[in-house]
């Protein structure tokens, strides 16, 4: 059994050795755009450029415009450089136009499509009279998985538990019957057909994304089609292993576990574990927690086939002595990588109600909160009344598990759903909206402007008159002019706004099409008395920008919310509580089992608390200041012009310090260190600097408190080399 064990681990590991180990991604959302989703231009735009958040293939993606009327205009061809896709415009006159792209993951094959509507004013900054007849289908950045992919992702799993299952019983049931055997090796053939079956089903998908091209293209020449071939040679490996199984049912058994092994690991090399910063941190975390997943459930599952076909005097407590064991570490290995996997894939408690990927890991909690409740029954009830051989077993502790078999599929079934939707890190959410609304004076009037949305394009302007006393005031005529501050030679544009009501003025339009500040000038005609003019410094939210989403090697910090510390700090305590929990039966097994849990006990805890609380220890966040300003790409840009200006001397281009500098101490890599503060205390780096070093505090050097957020959301988009 060992030489089969050894040659299985070894063609998985060459097969996977086979596709280049590359940063791979997957569910390529739209991050950013130039135009802007719903922008109100000034002037034709010369190209549209795309930014996803993962890499896509150039031969299956593109860019689509046409007009509000539904036709084709004419645009260069699409640009592919890693997520940047781009294409050239020709002038495009006044009017209402819709950019439609779609794209394909460079890995997984996934396909998404999405559109958005921009409008190019005329020339005096009015907007055209048009009318859009196409529908947005959306950005892209919050996506649901495919019924067929999904289908195609669950038959492949429940296939790996039923081969995994009987190979598990098998190994820790050597006692069970010839006839029990025959039965678990018919189990392991029907899930390695259902394998076999999802990999037919996937090349379908496959060859449906790269319609494009041709079938041996699709296959040999796409990244995710090397590693569905991988995954195909192992489902056939799995497929002959479970024919072997009648003969030679312990190396079967061998064979089936390091195959189902490898069809793991490429799943896991295509997951959304491979498409984050730390990917190789969180890789292993996926592949450790699915492999938890499938060797639980399928052990259960294979305890289920003993069941039906067993009899009570079958020798069914050494197998449930040896299976709660294994089954205990299971689940547990299995609940620690699920935590750890949702920070890394979840970068904010807002998402978990706000995107589908967060609301499906909802769903999926909420399904496993009954399937530990009927493991744990079945574990301490139903195991007892197996081995105690009492009247109607093994027929009810069979119902008992397969209840928990059935449970443990739905939860499948959502984890399967969550591998084919776009994670909660990758969609973008809309910032906070937040209306500006300011009084100021004008001669003896008090002028109240409220501007809502308050976004660049079209915005609804509302003006409110009152005289000293706070009661309302009459005026002849309102009207707004507004002035770009960012660049004076573009020329102001005019609002005259309409009457409402008594001292309430109102108007409508695509007034601040651009991201910056821009000055409102408010005048007030009046009949009995001279005219009034005051005005209010405003700064519309923008578009994200795709340059903020956190980036870097595979072997850098995987969790968006967490800093190095805290994360090590984490594992250590979940390390910590594991070997506490499995201290009795260590020392029941062995007394050096024992020792060794009673040591790894006390140095996850103890490192884990000192990394947590103990290491590096800085102000706490809710002593911080928060972040006013917003990351849309004015202030990216303006930060970097800040940072050229200010920091590149110590702390190099792209946040490397460079060689040769006469500092003690040395500058930090930014690009290490500004992930694990939050924007507050980077703030105070910057503002206060950090005594004993050459950093000074910049608040000394002239810049403003809005000129060092503005700082601080470009220091965000640092990023370490990719390996």
Not at 309 to 314: A, S
Not at 484 to 502: C, F, H, I, K, N
Not at 699 to 714: A, K, S
Request: with cysteine.
């Amino acid at each position: 059994m060992r030489r089969a064990l050894l040659a299985a681990f070894a063609l998985a590991a060459v097969l996977m050795l086979a596709v280049p180990a590359r940063g791979v991604r997957a569910h390529a959302a739209l991050a950013a755009s130039e135009p802007a989703p719903n922008a109100f231009l000034r002037q034709s735009p010369p190209e549209v450029i795309l930014d996803f958040t993962e890499p896509i293939d150039p031969r299956a993606s593109s860019i689509r415009v046409l007009d509000g009327a539904g036709r084709e205009i004419a645009v260069g061809a699409a640009v592919v450089t890693q997520g940047r896709m781009r294409a050239s415009l020709p002038k495009l006159e006044p009017g209402i136009y819709n950019v439609i792209w779609n794209n394909v993951s460079r890995v997984d094959g996934h396909a998404l499509t999405g559109s958005y509507p921009f409008t190019v004013l005329n020339p005096d900054g009015t907007v055209p009279d048009a009318v859009n007849v196409l529908a947005a289908v959306g950005s892209g950045s919050d996506r649901l998985g495919r019924a067929d992919g999904t289908a195609t992702r669950l038959l492949a799993l429940l296939g790996l538990m039923l081969t995994a299952g009987a190979a598990l019983v098998t190994v820790l049931w050597p006692e069970a019957p010839a006839a029990t055997q025959r039965r678990l090796g018919q189990a392991a053939a029907v899930g390695a057909a259902a394998g076999v079956v999802a990999a037919g089903l996937s090349l379908v998908l496959l060859l449906e994304t790269y319609s494009g091209l041709g079938p041996g293209a699709a296959v040999f020449g796409t990244q995710f089609g090397r590693y569905w071939l991988v995954r195909a040679v192992l489902a056939a490996g799995v497929a002959g292993a479970a024919a072997l199984y009648q003969r030679r049912p312990r190396s079967a058994a061998a064979l089936l576990l390091a195959f189902a092994a490898g069809q793991l690991a490429t799943f896991t090399a295509t997951s959304h574990a491979a498409a984050v910063a730390g990917s190789a941190w969180a890789m292993t975390i996926d592949l450790v927690h699915a492999a938890a997943g499938v060797g639980w459930l399928g052990a259960v599952a294979g305890a289920v086939v003993a069941a039906r076909f067993g009899r009570r005097r079958d020798p069914w407590r050494a197998l449930m002595r040896r299976f709660a064991r294994v089954a205990s570490v299971l689940v547990f290995v299995l609940l620690a990588t699920g935590l750890l996997g949702a920070l890394i894939h979840v970068d904010s408690v807002q998402k978990l109600t706000e995107t589908r990927y967060g609301l499906v890991l909802l769903a999926k909690l909420a399904l496993a909160l009954p399937l530990l409740a009927v493991a744990l029954y079945n574990a301490r009830r139903g195991k007892a009344r197996l081995v105690g051989e009492r009247p109607g077993e093994p027929g009810r502790f069979m119902l008992g598990a397969a209840a928990e078999v059935g449970l443990g599929v739905a939860v499948v079934a959502a984890a399967a759903l969550m591998s084919q939707t776009t994670t909660s890190r990758s969609v973008v959410l809309e910032p906070e909206r937040r209306p500006f609304d300011m009084t100021a004076p004008a001669s003896n009037l008090r002028v109240t402007l409220r501007i809502d949305p308050n976004r660049t394009g079209l915005n609804t302007f509302r003006v409110s008159l009152a005289d000293q006393s706070g009661a309302p005031a009459e005026a002849q005529a309102v009207r707004l002019v507004f002035r770009y501050q960012e660049d004076q030679s573009l020329g102001p544009s005019v609002l005259v706004l309409s009457r409402d009501r008594t001292g309430e003025f109102i108007g409508q339009g695509p007034y601040m099409p651009l991201e910056g500040r821009w000055r409102v000038e408010a005048e007030v005609r009046r009949a009995d008395a001279d005219d009034a003019r005051t005005f209010f410094d405003v700064r519309p939210a923008g578009a994200f920008a795709a340059a903020v989403m956190p980036r870097g090697g595979a072997w850098s910090l995987p969790t968006a919310g967490l800093t190095w510390n805290q994360f090590g700090g984490l594992v250590l305590l979940l390390a910590g509580l594991g070997f506490a929990l499995g201290r009795g039966a260590a020392r029941e097994l062995n007394r050096r089992l024992g020792w060794v849990a009673s040591t790894g006990t006390m140095a996850g805890f103890g490192l884990g608390v000192l990394l947590l609380f103990g290491v590096h220890a800085h102000e706490p966040r809710s002593g911080l200041p928060t972040n006013p300003v917003f990351p849309d790409a004015d202030s990216l840009a303006r930060g970097r012009a800040l940072y050229e200006a200010n920091c590149i001397a110590c702390h190099g281009r792209t946040g490397v310090p460079p060689p040769g500098l006469d500092l003690n101490p040395y500058p930090l890599d930014l690009t290490v260190h500004v992930p694990q503060h939050p924007d507050g205390q980077l703030f105070r780096f910057i503002a206060d600097g950090i005594p004993g070093t050459a950093m000074p505090a910049w608040t000394e050097q002239g810049l403003t408190d809005e000129e060092i957020w503005h700082l601080v959301n470009y220091l965000r988009t640092l990023a370490p080399t990719t390996e």
